[in-house]
Each structure stands twice: as structure tokens, then as C-alpha cells.
């Protein structure tokens, strides 16, 4: 599925104040950014932008920012790694307003190839996050900042906020561009093609705590692969919906019948549903989550004693699923097999990860916890793509239009 977004490639920006949202939400620890990959991700759209003589203004949400803002979710750590990673000074707007006389001055001063990072866009607080309560005062305010736009926060891509979506309205109305940049190309290239166009045999693999999360990705993807391979927490719904005793595994009530609506039409479209057929179970969730002195017992699915709850899939089933990737062609995989935080329980997820990390196969990961496991257990580089996003790639594989792609100019 072809992009028909106008990109990075079809604008000129000699010389133009380019406004850039970027997905630089990554995790800090005590200050320090634990996993730089969505800094480097963005990198070749903004090494692009300075190449090409534009005034580079970029701009991004970091955490939930829930009690207003505050030193701990700035995104100073953010600029300082940027600017190491460019070999250039990346001037920071430390305003917890965003836009206003500071970011105004600092973007006069710019010059062509300079590169300014303004604040924490959800210090903004509602505006940010709320179009419609003022969000369209700070999406102008934004949008007053610059002549052009690009989005390449696919991460973020699935948010309909100010900075991500509302602004390119504004740089509309005064005759700028709204492109899309390389990482958003990227990913939805892979996703895309991997939904609408995949060499078959297709495996899609799922993962994670809950059913409810799930629902639409499971029901979008069992119509497209031809394997639909289900381990993690919200498998153990389905085996309830078999009809197995689950003992105090995880369950989601309210969606036993849709495990069963499901089940049904795999068999009626004649596609594979794999669930687990054995089990790695524990008395109690460890406490620490990394807590390895953890007490486990390896049954059959069918067989799980009513005092003990599931927590990793087991050998046989690993031998399963990994006999089912060894097949493909096209491997999409979305959520953890079992507890991967603790070393105890995360051999389901490493050993699908190996399997996903040894096939020829085009393999996809995506984003949030199964990007974190592949990143952990040291696989990343064997995989053809991982998602920059955990949500937006989630909601893009249902196959929703996310507005940061939707909003960019058509071609
Ligand atoms: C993410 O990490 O999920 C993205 O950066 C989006 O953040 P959000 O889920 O807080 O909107
Ligand atoms: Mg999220």
C-alpha cells in the first residue's frame, strides 16, 4: 500500500522555517534516556531537512504529563543527546509555555540548517491533548512558528492532538506544506505491506495482558494471515472459551464470547489459531515483577490446577509456534508470550523471539513491550522492521486511518 503523502522529498524547504513533530517520547531513568531509539529513528528526516537549507524546528510530547509541567518529563536530556547524535547544536527552548516570546526569538535567530527543540508539547496540558478545549489556540501558536510541516512522530500518529494533527489546518490556511517524514514513510511501508500485500504463508503473532486491547487487531488480522499465533496473558480467555479451567490465570470475562466469535471464524475461513497447549504456571504474580527466586510448574493447557495461575507459555507450545514462523513468509508479531520482565518467565518470549530472529522471513515487530523484549534479549537487529510505535502500530494494523498520516497534504 503506496503512501500518497506528500514526504520530505517533495518539498523545498531552502531557507523555510520547517516545524517537525517527532516522537521523542523515550524512557528516562533518574534523567538519563534509557533506549535512544526513536531518537535515532528520527534522524534522517531532520539530517535531511538541515541538508536541504531549512530552519529546523522540532517539537515533541514526552510522558503523560499528568500533574502539570515539571522538570522530570522536560525534554532537555532529549536535546543534549540530539545534539550529539548531529554533531550539531541543537538549541532548546526551555519554555514551559512551548510557543511564546521564547520560542519566537530563539526561531528568529535561526539560521539556514539550525535545529531548535522547543519544550514538552503536553505542558500545554488540555490544549495539547483537547482540541476542542482551545487545542486549535495552541495548534496556531505552532503553526505561527513555521512555514512548513512534517510529521514523522509515528508514534504519536494515532493521536488526533494539536501538534500532531490540528496544526497542519493552520499551515494550510497560509499555503505551507504538510508532509510526512521518513520514519512515518517506514513504518507505514512495512505495517502497510505487511497487512494489505503480504507473501504468504502470513503469521501474525499476539501477545499481552488483555483480550479487551486487542479485539479489533485480532479480528483485522485473522481476516488477513493465515496463521493467527495467540500466547500472553489474554490467551488464557481463550482456553477458557474452550471450555478449560484456567485456575487464577488471567481472564477477561465480559470477552469469552468473543474468544469463541473468533474461534469460529478462523475454522469457518479455514484459518490456524494457535493457542498455547502448555503451560509454565506460578502460585502468585512475583512481586518485584523481576523477582527470580519464583517457584514454577510446566502442565498442559487443559491442566492447570485451580490454585496456580499461567505465566509463560510452555516447551511444547514454543515448539509450536516456532514450527509456525519457521514456515512463513511474513511475520507480524505484537505482545509478549508471558511475564517477559521476569527472567523466570520470559523464555516463551525469547525463544519466539529467536524463532522470529532465525527465519528468512520479513519480520515486523511492534512497538512497545515486543519491541522492548526484542531490544532486551538482544535480537533487534535480526528483524526487517521494528515499529517505532506500540499504540499507533497497533491501531494502524486494525486498519484505522490515523490522523497523523491523514492529516498530511495528498501527493
Ligand atoms: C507512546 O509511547 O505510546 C507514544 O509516544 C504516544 O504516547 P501516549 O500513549 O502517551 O499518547
Ligand atoms: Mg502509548
Not at 490544549?127 to 489556540?137: F, L, Y
Not at 507459555?313 to 509456525?324: D, F, N
Request: net charge negative; aromatic share 6%; hydrophobic share 40%.
Amino acid at each position: 500500500m503506496a503512501l500518497n503523502k506528500k514526504s520530505v522529498d517533495d518539498i523545498n524547504v531552502k531557507g523555510r522555517r520547517v516545524l517537525v513533530r517527532c516522537d521523542f517520547n523515550v524512557p528516562l531513568k533518574n534523567g538519563e534516556i534509557t533506549d535512544e531509539t526513536r531518537i535515532v529513528a528520527a534522524l534522517p528526516t531532520i539530517k535531511k531537512l538541515i541538508k536541504d537549507g531549512g530552519k529546523v524546528i522540532l517539537c515533541s510530547h514526552l510522558g503523560k504529563v499528568k500533574n502539570g509541567p515539571n522538570e522530570g518529563e522536560s525534554l532537555a536530556p532529549v536535546a543534549k543527546r540530539l545534539s550529539e547524535k548531529l554533531g550539531k547544536d541543537v538549541k532548546f527552548v526551555d519554555d514551559y509555555n512551548v510557543t511564546g516570546a521564547a520560542a519566537t526569538g530563539a526561531v528568529e535567530a535561526m539560521k539556514e540548517g539550525d535545529v531548535v527543540l522547543l519544550q514538552n508539547t503536553r505542558f500545554r496540558g488540555k490544549e495539547e491533548t483537547k482540541p476542542e478545549e482551545a487545542g486549535e489556540a495552541f495548534a496556531k501558536e505552532l503553526a505561527d512558528l513555521a512555514d512548513d510541516y512534517v510529521c514523522d512522530a509515528f508514534g504519536s500518529a494515532h493521536r488526533a492532538h494539536a501538534s500532531v494533527a490540528v496544526v497542519t489546518k493552520y499551515i494550510k490556511e497560509k499555503g505551507g506544506n504538510n508532509a510526512v517524514g521518513y520514519l512515518m514513510q517506514k513504518e507505514i511501508d512495512f505495517l502497510g505491506n505487511a497487512v494489505e500485500n503480504p507473501v504468504r504463508p502470513f503469521v501474525a503473532i499476539l501477545g499481552g495482558a488483555k483480550v479487551a486491547d486487542k479485539l479489533n487487531v485480532i479480528n483485522t488480522l485473522l481476516e488477513k494471515c493465515d496463521t493467527l499465533i495467540i500466547g500472553g496473558g489474554m490467551a488464557y480467555t481463550f482456553l477458557k472459551a474452550k471450555g478449560y479451567e484456567i485456575g487464577n490465570s488471567l481472564l477477561d470475562d465480559s470477552k469469552i464470547d468473543y474468544c469463541k466469535e473468533m474461534m469460529e471464524k478462523a475454522e469457518k475461513s479455514g484459518k490456524k489459531l494457535l493457542l498455547p497447549i502448555d503451560t509454565v504456571c506460578i502460585d502468585e504474580f512475583p512481586n518485584p515483577i523481576d523477582n527470580p527466586s519464583i517457584a514454577t510448574t510446566i502442565v498442559d493447557s487443559d491442566k492447570i490446577p485451580s490454585n496456580k495461575e499461567g505465566a509463560d507459555i510452555g516447551p511444547k507450545t514454543i515448539e509450536l509456534y516456532s514450527e509456525a514462523v519457521k514456515s512463513a513468509k511474513t511475520v507480524v508479531w505484537n505482545g509478549p508470550m508471558g511475564v517477559f520482565e521476569n527472567p523466570v518467565l520470559a523464555n516463551g518470549t525469547k525463544e519466539v523471539a529467536k524463532a522470529l530472529s532465525e527465519t528468512e522471513a520479513t519480520t515486523i515487530i511492534g512497538g512497545g513491550d515486543s519491541a522492548a523484549a526484542v531490544n532486551q534479549l538482544g535480537f533487534a537487529d535480526k528483524m526487517s522492521h521494528i515499529s517505532t510505535g506500540g499504540g499507533a502500530s497497533l491501531e494502524f494494523l486494525e486498519g484505522k486511518k490515523l490522523p497523523g498520516v491523514y492529516a498530511a497534504d495528498d501527493k
